[in-house]
Every structure is written in structure tokens, then in C-alpha cells.
């Protein structure tokens, strides 16, 4: 792989090709039992406690449907513009690999329960928000697959091991893999349109309730497609990039491999069609195996299972109970709000609207609630590289604080160190503000020597201001603020001084 | 037309995991082949208004509860493996053919 470090910029390769991508996310459905037998499905669960003779594939065990797994499919299905198939199968692709007891898994193959949606999504451009229609070709379900930890040699990865542990408890948990039609014409949106579409269908699955849809869990993975051509040529061979399992990898996948590809294409090379693995730790892939051509898996109709052909009465019901869809909500969020649409797009690109939600409910200024979301703490979560939710603050803390903001005793300095402190897991709020002092100086005393000590320090300044120029008093609210370590209130700082030199705005 | 080569006896081998011969190559294809003429015979008794079918019975949307109920005894299911470590199955290293 000598061409595997020669890499053009995004920018540039833009210039000269155009991305086709294509997304396969697979979605872990939040039921209580696996898909073919009555196993628990409980995350976390130790080690092969949540076998059966079913989903070990012992000898004469026999699998039967889960019916609330057919259904939740049926909704997404709905929920996804989707057609649901009047008669449909199973399908078994073979192959060999031990996360599979039975050496084959339970699919669907040519005949998907649902097919033919699509998923409006918004990206931010330069000229506003756009909506990119994302059409979906299938939706079918699957069983998910047991987890392997590689042991001995260097890395923990599959190279260099010299034997796995595999551990059944995942193995036949409901697993729905949702398939897009190939998206064409995204040109540089390519990373933030999959971005918006991964974010979109996550925002789905959560308003169905079929799924916990937390991707560092793996309840809900992404693969990558992406092929790149000239303006005008024919498609290229397209990659498959797995692994991919947070919303941020699913930008950054799309943009190194577009990256690799246009560096493998303008050096005359060409692009293999393989499966590749992402690295959340560089935001690189590296290659896997060449793609065994789907024939190679010998599907054939599960003879275990009988089809499923869901009454179209079945289905009007499940389609009259879906809930408010997302796109829905948003735009009745946007008004109760008073919100524009990007900042909106804002909001469901950084993963907050459950969290604004959720800290309005707690009592803060949707506002304040926005502010804190999409400011502060979505800069902490991307230095940390983590999910806004996942992010170590709840909506009762941030209600704290604006409290204490509304009420003097804080400032917007001193609430962002104090979310410094409870980030850092130095405790609650009002644990941060104690230990490290956190308190706005409200003592007159205190701020008018600091006052005038900063007026005595900057006489040209005094005079701007005697003279009219209200604008000029900054630079001694500054001053102050600097003395006081920024525990002061600036307003207030500014208010003292005026009075001070006896100026009224 | 029921034929199957050699070569597609070869790749079937592969994907099974078989380290076959070049004799046994060809016992096989010959043998398979018997077998798939047999089932093309099926295919030309079946009148047009029968349609091919995956499963004996005809009996559509057999569905269970989503209820969850115990499963097996771990040190029962370990004990039946080859090699455990860890409450796992322990199985030998994987995929050499990847790293061809």
C-alpha cells in the first residue's frame, strides 16, 4: 500500500472529482429479547450470560420471530417514506467467522420488508441551509453478530493476534440495517450531508423509541460507500469504510477518504474495491480485505423461518401511531423558540436539540439553554472529541448556574469556570463554586477601590469619557475585570464608574 | 446445463474451508453434478402454477412475545467448548487469508 500516504486536500481534490456516497447503518433495536429467541438483549451483560441453544446455534434449536422486532421495523420503515412489502423472507448468508455460532447469519437479502424511502436532511452551506433528499433503498433486519476481543500480540486488532474471545450476549440481538440509494451531486457538502443524514436518522429511531441509537455502544453503526470520478467520467470503484461510530467520524470518514482516494487517482493509480477500517484516533482508515462479492456469502431463503407478510391493516395501524417525526417537531421547536432555520440545523448537526429540550424543561431561557449547548459546551466536547451528550453535565446543572447568573452571583465568566470545574469532575455546581472561590464580588467597597485605582492608572481614558465618549468606560470595566479575576459584574462594574465620574449614558 | 466445473467445485471448496485435491476435485464434480441433475428433474415435473417454496408448510407470520426468559447455565455452555478463557469461547487466530 505504498500509495497509502499520498493524499490530496479536500479542497482541491473538489476541484477535479466528484463523491458518490452511500450509507449502510445498522440500527440495534432497544427490545427485551433477541430476534429469534427469548435471550436478554441487556448492554453490559457479563460475558455469555445471555445465550440459549438458538442464538449458540445448537444442534435441532429452532428460531421464531420476535413480533415487536417486525414491528418497529414496519415504523422506521413508515417513518422513513418506505414501501412495506406484502410477503417477504429470511435469507442465510454463509459464511465463516466465529462471531456467528451457526456460521451463517440470519439476513434478509433479496426481499428487504421495507424499501424505497427517503430522509429529507439540512446541511449548512455558505448560502443558508439546504435540504438534501437522501433516498433509501431497503430497510431489513438482521441478527447482530457475537463480540470478539483479539488477545495477544501489540495492537488488540485482528493483525498480530494470536487467538480471540468471543463473548454470544450481542449475537441475535435485533439488528436493522437501513441502506441508502446512492447520493450523487453533494459535491463538497459530501462529509456534512452524511454527517446530517446519520444525525437525522439517529433523531428517528430516538422520536420512535425503537432504539437507544447510542453509537458508542454500538446500538447504531455507520458504514461509508465513496467512490470518486471526474466531472462527467463514469462512477469509480467505491471503498467501504466500517467503523465508523460517532457523528463526527461519520463527517471526518467521508473527507480523508476522498482525501486518499483523489490522492490514489491523481497518481495515476487505482482505487480497490475493499473494505477499510476507521481509526476514531487519527480520523484515517486503513485497508481490510478486498470485498468478497456477495455471491460468495450462498444466500438462500432461511428454511427455519416462515415469511412474514404483515396485513396492510397491520400496517395502516402502526403508520396511524407513529409519533411526530423529527423534521416535524423541529419546525414546531423553531417557533416556540423563536428560531431561525440555521440555527436550528445548528442545533440537530451538534446533537442538542434533546438537550435544549430537556434544559428548558429544567426551568433555563431557551436562549441561555442554546447558548450554553452550542457554545461553551460543544467546544469542550469537540476538543474532547466526545458527543455533546455524552458530555458530563446535565440540564438541572445548567439551571443551577443560569439561576445563579439571573440572580448576580455569577457571571458569564465565572459560569464557564464553573462548568470547567464540574467538566473536569471536580463535583456539582455548587461544590466547583465553593472549592474554587466562584463568587461575583458584589462588595461596593471592594469594586470602587479597584474602580479607582484603574482610573487613576489610565487618566486619558477618564477624560474620553468626561468628555462624552460613554464607549471609552471599557477599557476600565476591562481593567477592573482583571483585578477582581473576572469575579466582578461587569455591568455593574460599569455602572459604579459612570457614577464615579459623575457621566449618565 | 446442470454441469458444475471444476473450477466452481474449487472456489465452493475454498469458501468451505476444504482443503481438497486435484482427484478429489474432480470425484466431487461428478458427483455434484449427479446431484444437481436430480434436482433439475423437480424443476421440469412442476407445472407453472406451482410456485417454488422455501419451507414444507404453507403457514405464514409465526410471531412470539418480546419477553425475556433465562437462558442458559454459563459454566454449562463454556463447558461444552473446546477452549474458553475468561467466560469466553476461545477460538484460534483469525482470518489469515486476510493478510494475503
Known sequence: ?505 | MTAITRDEVAHLAKLARLDLSGAELDHYAGQLAVILQSVARIGEVAADDIPPTSHPVPVENVFRDDIAMPGLDRAEVLAAAPATEDHRFRVPRILDEEEA
Not at chain 1, 65 to 84: D, P
Not at chain 1, 141 to 151: F, I, Q, R, V
Open chain 1, 1 to 505: 500500500m505504498s500509495n497509502a500516504q499520498l493524499t490530496v486536500p479536500f479542497d482541491e481534490a473538489m476541484t477535479r472529482y466528484e463523491p458518490i456516497i452511500g450509507l449502510e447503518v445498522h440500527v440495534e433495536l432497544g427490545t427485551n429479547s433477541k430476534m429469534f429467541c427469548s435471550c436478554a438483549t441487556a448492554f453490559g451483560a457479563p460475558p455469555n450470560t445471555q445465550v440459549c441453544p438458538v442464538c449458540l446455534g445448537l444442534p435441532g434449536s429452532m428460531p421464531v420471530l420476535n413480533k415487536v422486532a417486525v414491528e418497529s421495523t414496519i415504523r422506521i420503515g413508515l417513518a422513513l417514506n418506505c414501501e412495506i412489502a406484502t410477503w417477504c423472507r429470511f435469507a442465510r448468508k454463509n459464511y465463516f467467522y466465529p462471531d456467528m455460532p451457526k456460521d451463517y447469519q440470519v439476513s434478509q437479502y433479496d426481499e428487504p420488508l421495507c424499501t424505497n424511502g427517503w430522509l429529507d436532511v439540512t446541511v449548512a452551506t455558505d448560502d443558508g441551509p439546504q435540504v438534501v433528499r437522501v433516498e433509501i433503498e431497503r430497510v431489513h433486519m438482521e441478527e447482530d453478530t457475537g463480540k470478539l476481543t483479539h488477545a495477544g500480540g501489540a495492537t488488540g486488532r485482528i493483525h498480530g493476534a494470536d487467538y480471540s474471545l468471543v463473548d454470544y450476549n450481542r449475537a441475535g440481538i435485533p439488528l436493522i440495517e437501513i441502506v441508502t440509494k446512492t447520493v450523487i451531486g453533494t459535491g463538497p457538502l459530501a462529509p456534512a450531508v452524511a454527517r446530517a443524514y446519520v444525525a437525522e436518522l439517529r433523531d428517528v429511531m430516538r422520536a420512535l423509541g425503537v432504539s437507544d441509537v447510542r453509537m458508542e455502544e454500538g446500538s447504531l453503526r455507520c458504514d461509508v460507500n465513496l467512490s470518486l470520478n471526474e466531472p462527467g467520467a463514469g462512477w469509480g470503484t467505491r471503498s467501504e469504510t466500517k467503523n465508523v461510530n460517532s457523528l463526527r467520524s461519520v463527517e471526518r470518514a467521508v473527507h480523508s477518504e476522498i482525501e486518499r482516494q483523489a490522492g490514489v487517482l491523481d497518481g495515476g493509480g487505482r482505487v480497490i474495491q475493499e473494505t477499510r477500517h476507521f481509526h476514531e484516533d487519527t480520523g484515517r482508515s486503513t485497508s481490510g480485505r478486498s470485498k468478497e462479492q456477495a455471491e460468495d456469502y450462498r444466500y438462500f431463503p432461511e428454511p427455519d423461518l416462515v415469511p412474514i407478510a404483515p396485513t396492510r391493516s397491520w400496517v395502516e395501524e402502526l403508520r396511524a401511531e407513529l409519533p411526530e417525526v423529527p423534521s416535524v417537531k423541529r419546525a414546531r421547536l423553531q417557533s416556540t423558540w423563536g428560531i431561525n432555520e440555521f440555527e436550528l440545523a445548528t442545533l440537530v448537526n451538534a446533537g442538542a436539540v434533546e438537550l435544549v429540550e430537556s434544559s428548558i424543561a429544567a426551568g433555563v431561557d431557551p436562549a441561555a439553554a442554546r447558548k450554553w449547548w452550542t457554545g461553551e459546551l460543544l467546544r469542550v466536547a469537540n476538543e474532547r472529541g466526545v458527543e455533546l451528550a455524552d458530555l458530563p453535565v446535565t440540564a438541572t446543572q445548567i439551571a443551577r448556574v443560569e439561576s445563579l447568573i439571573a440572580d448576580g452571583s455569577l457571571n458569564d465568566k465565572l459560569a464557564r469556570q464553573v462548568f470547567e470545574g464540574v467538566l473536569a469532575g471536580e463535583g456539582d455546581v455548587d461544590v466547583v463554586i465553593a472549592q474554587r472561590g466562584l463568587a461575583v464580588v458584589s462588595d461596593d467597597g471592594a469594586l470602587l477601590a479597584a474602580i479607582d485605582e484603574a482610573l487613576a492608572a489610565q487618566p486619558d481614558v477618564v477624560e474620553k469619557i468626561k468628555s462624552g465618549k460613554i464607549q471609552a468606560a471599557g477599557a476600565i470595566v476591562g481593567a477592573v475585570m482583571k483585578t477582581t479575576k473576572g469575579q466582578a459584574d461587569a455591568a455593574k462594574v460599569r455602572a459604579l464608574l459612570l457614577d464615579r465620574l459623575g457621566v449618565s449614558e
